[in-house]
């Protein structure tokens, strides 16, 4: 059975930084693209960043580029997502995703159960 | 602003059908990438319910279905029920920014 358990939210003041983790079981980690997905308070949600199976490339949403990095250790099936320069609008619920593949696009067939990030003063 | 738009909310009673839809562009669901749908229970994560516009995981009842068209695709539930109350989200490709989710609709059961 696949699960995902994020870890590292918490609250941090604007410009600080947080690094959240996602351990991974179930399946070949090490075979599988990975994403953070996040959910504003009372908001939809919204993709953050990919990160391919061997972690040679890396996708990011336009807000978060050059701030955010997704990064993986395949040998501890876990994934990371280090957070630099918060902005209040980052506040949301980051949840780590499994990606799935079907004809023209991928989708998301598994998600953890998402760590809190509120950034404030 | 989200890219691909959905209703805010749908409402019906046990055992009504309801569609919720999710319209696009011809950068994302009209460049023929699929549809993908999300069911979301109130303070759970979103669990997949449709992916490829029209086929359903394991253990996903089968009341729910999926079809897409055009720049359009909807997510429809036959025999509502009252556990079916939750937020539903599409999710597509985009050409201009990656992976997108609609805004997300609110069902009611009344």
Known sequence: EVHLVESGGGVVPPGGSLRLSCAA?????????????????????????????DGTEQFYLDSVRGRFTISRDNAKNSLFLQMNSLRAEDTAVYYC??????????????WGRGTQVTVSS | QSVLTQPPSVSGAPGQRITISCTGSSSNIGADYDVHWYQQLPGTAPKLLIYGNTNRPSGVPA??????????????????????????????????RSHVFGSGTTVTVL
Not at chain 1, 97 to 108: F, T, V
Not at chain 2, 73 to 86: H, M, P, R, V
């Open chain 2, 63 to 96: 009341r729910f279905s999926g079809s897409k068209s055009g720049t359009s695709a909807s997510l429809a539930i036959t025999g509502l029920q009252a556990e079916d109350e939750a937020d539903y989200y599409c999710q597509s490709y985009d050409t201009r």
């Open chain 1, 25 to 53: 079981s179930g399946f070949t980690f090490g075979a599988e693209w990975m994403s953070w997905v996040r959910q504003a308070p009372g908001k939809g949600l919204e993709w953050v960043a990919n990160i391919k199976d």
């Open chain 1, 97 to 110: 995703a499994k990606r799935g593949y079907y004809g023209s696009g991928s989708y998301y067939n598994y």
